[in-house]
């Protein structure tokens, strides 16, 4: 009979800290395999997500949104068009209460 591995399943934060400890470079990838029991295929693979997923963090945080060209006319007809909506709105009701 054939016993089956189960498979094993890693929490995301065992993959983070196998994962910046590659990417340091303190210990070879072989090296880091065999201290945490995985292997160094597994062990690149983590790297490499991490690396490619870095530049995510600090998308989007702070700083000027740039201005779309072409949202800004429209932008300003919508207001134009709110702003004489409300004129005429005042218009009719001024000449209601007028005598």
């Known amino acids: 009979m054939s016993e089956t591995k189960k498979r094993n399943v890693h929490l995301p934060e065992f993959k983070a800290k196998v994962g910046l400890e590659a990417v340091r470079s303190v210990k070879t990838i072989n090296q880091i395999g065999q201290e945490y029991g995985v ?34 006319p429209d932008r300003l007809y919508g207001e134009i068009g709110r702003l004489k909506m409300e004129l005429d709105w005042l218009k009719k009701k001024s000449g209601v209460s007028l005598p």
């Open 39 to 72: 292997h160094p295929v597994q062990v690149s693979q983590w790297k490499k997500e991490i690396q490619e997923q870095a530049r995510t963090l600090f998308e989007g945080k702070r700083g000027p949104q740039p201005v779309a060209a072409h949202s800004a």
